[in-house]
């Protein structure tokens, strides 16, 4: 099993541009997460699904938009990047939304200058 | 809103016991979970605490009183790759699920 993975590890955007993250996890979880990482901030959370199918709003929304066609892949896109999306992002899966766990993958890290 | 609060950072000798508190207040809670992450990897899990009480796991231990929104985590025995940062993080109700919400993470350097 690979777990959760991300695509890909490392990206330079220049503002305005676009582009999507792409996770997959192949542990059948029906919850996935994306989250953003700054220095100082912890983890705040972009969107999440409860399904495949389904999507919502977390603490930290504007700016990005996400799909769940699939229910192993959960795609985050920045439609116009901005300076103030430099992060480093990571996704999450858990079971359920009572699972003691989250599942995160390796992160993919951002610029966008 | 929701509001978890950890110290930001703390230092600690090998060997020795380190506490790391986490408070919170939030509009619902369904569980509390610690994570470790090492610079430039992801979190880890290390403990679940859903009911008030002591919960061991080898070297670490999770604690949680629900009346004082409180928990903490106990490190015994130190050793150099304990240097980390601990996420304390809450699960909430929100929008007929549970999503967990993360405090900002205390930094734990332990030196010799």
């Known amino acids: 099993n690979a777990g959760v993975t991300q695509t890909p590890k490392f990206r330079v955007l220049k503002t305005g541009q676009s582009m999507t993250l792409l996770c997959a996890q192949d542990?059948?979880?029906?919850?996935m997460y994306w989250y953003r990482q700054d220095p100082g901030m912890g983890l705040r959370l972009i969107h999440y699904?409860?399904?495949?199918?389904?999507?919502a709003k977390g603490e930290v929304p504007d700016g990005y938009n996400v799909s769940r066609l699939k229910k192993q892949n959960f795609l985050l896109g920045l439609e116009s990047a901005a300076p103030s999306q430099t992060s480093v992002y990571f996704c999450?899966?858990?079971?359920?939304?009572?699972?003691?766990?989250?599942?995160f993958g390796p992160g993919t890290r951002l610029t966008v200058t | 809103g929701q509001n978890i609060d950890q110290p930001t950072e703390m230092t600690a000798t090998e060997g020795a016991i380190v506490q790391i508190n986490c408070t919170y207040q939030?509009?619902?809670?369904?569980?509390l979970f610690w994570y470790q992450q090492h610079a430039g990897e992801a979190p880890t899990f290390l403990s679940y605490?859903?009911?008030?009480g002591l919960e061991e796991k080898g070297r670490f231990s999770s604690f949680l009183s629900r009346s004082k929104g409180y928990s903490y985590l106990l490190l015994k025995e130190l050793q150099m790759k304990d240097s980390a940062s601990y996420l304390c993080?809450?699960?909430?109700?929100?929008?007929?699920?549970?999503?967990?919400?993360f405090g900002r993470g205390t930094s734990l350097i332990v030196h010799p």
């Open positions: 999450a899966s858990s079971y359920s939304g009572l699972a003691a766990e989250q599942y």
């Open positions: 605490n859903v009911l008030d």
């Open positions: 993080a809450v699960r909430v109700p929100a929008g007929g699920s549970y999503i967990p919400t």
């Open positions: 542990m059948n979880h029906e919850y």
């Open positions: 699904s409860v399904g495949e199918g389904t999507t």
């Open positions: 939030t509009s619902g809670f369904n569980g």
